[in-house]
């Protein structure tokens, strides 16, 4: 998610009212999607089944996403947007009502994930996927791993060896986390202990990554970095030194999700695309192409019948009750971060 160019138009998609459409309901559905986030044939497959035409679009980023959404109203129907997003649009009134009783397959959707604090009682999005920061490590390098947030960001443990993400606030937030306030912590007196903690971290950290970690693991450049967990997964499935950690205070999670605009003018079509996708092999299909953690127990069970590769190569995390999902707290907040990452990277 590129948080900042999101954060700068959050405050003025607030003044927003949606514009909940009166028309007929179309014999189509217009589909905003990640790239690579769906199975090669689900589309097509969807079509032949049920005669509602799929208008297809990517995104590559949240940012995109929301600027297609403001800039064309009425033109799309189902997005995928991610948690903080969904809280943005809740709030500004663009997002119209799940249906759950247009939804035949909701049981499928794991029960950890039906109600959480971004959208209680899923009022207004569907799980898709999801995933969590993580600490993924070189065993054969990190003769003791460690075992919270607080040891990963002690001043010079891993000096030289650790990459943590180029991202302000999940940055933030995991060192709100190792300070024990956690994720969403956001009060003066907190903020200012997670920039000395960093600022004493900065000096001694090999790089700052852009969602490639990972990479930096196989490639022998770094012994420890900081990542989210399906690309670490990825990469201990081609070099079996590998390894992953969920610290111990918990983790900051996160999740994609599908949404009605709440301008749509064909609901009853896209709810019917919804169900469709949390169909148990039409989900299973999905998550063997994009290997995404999904939030549906019926595609796990499924696929842990018909697919020789993990169940998924992501791995079912479960959201324990120290896990938190980052909150929306705000433009000031979020210009408050942006001020303090500024003076920490050019400590």
């Not at 959208?119 to 390098?141: M, Q």
């Not at 999670?253 to 009853?268: A, K, P, R």
Request: charged share 25%; aromatic share 8%; with cysteine.
């Amino acid at each position: 998610m590129d948080r900042r160019k999101l954060l700068q138009l959050a405050a003025a998609s607030l003044v927003l009212a949606s514009r909940h459409s009166m028309s007929n309901e179309r014999q189509s559905v217009s589909f905003l999607n990640w790239d690579s986030y769906i199975g090669p044939s689900t589309l097509r497959d969807f079509e032949a089944e049920t005669g509602v035409a799929v208008n297809y679009g990517l995104f590559a980023d949240n940012f995109e996403l929301f600027a297609k959404v403001r800039t064309t109203p009425g033109q799309y129907d189902l997005i995928t947007p991610s948690n903080m997003l969904v809280e943005i649009m809740i709030q500004a009134d663009l997002l119209a009502p799940i249906d759950k009783t247009k939804l035949g397959n909701w049981d499928n959707i794991d029960p950890a994930f039906r109600n959480p604090v971004f959208d209680p009682d899923r009022k207004f999005s569907v799980p898709y996927t999801h995933g969590a920061l993580a600490i993924g490590y070189r065993r054969s390098a990190i003769s003791k791993p460690p075992v919270s947030w607080a040891e990963v960001f002690s001043a010079d443990r891993y000096s030289g060896k650790l990459a943590i993400p180029n991202d302000s606030i999940i940055v933030m937030q995991l060192a709100l986390k190792a300070l024990g306030v956690g994720v969403n912590g956001w009060c003066e007196k907190s903020l200012a202990e997670a920039e000395r903690m960093l600022t004493l971290l900065k000096p001694n950290l090999l790089a700052f990554t852009t969602s490639n970690g990972q990479d930096l693991l196989l490639a022998g450049e770094a012994d420890i970095v900081v990542e989210q967990d399906g690309p670490l997964k990825q990469a201990m499935l081609e070099d079996d030194d590998l390894d992953i950690i969920y610290p111990e205070e918990g983790t900051l999670i996160w999740e994609d999700v599908l949404c009605i605009l709440g301008d749509s003018q064909n609901t009853d079509n896209t709810h019917l695309l919804i169900d469709y996708l949390l169909n148990a092999d039409v989900a299973a299909a999905v998550a063997e192409n994009i290997d995404y953690t999904m939030s549906n127990t019926g595609a796990l069970a499924k696929r842990a019948g018909i697919s020789d590769k993990p169940v998924n190569a992501c791995g079912l995390k479960r959201i324990t009750t120290h896990d938190e999902y980052g909150r929306f707290p705000g433009q000031e907040v979020f210009a408050d971060v942006e001020k303090r990452w500024l003076r920490i990277k050019l400590s």
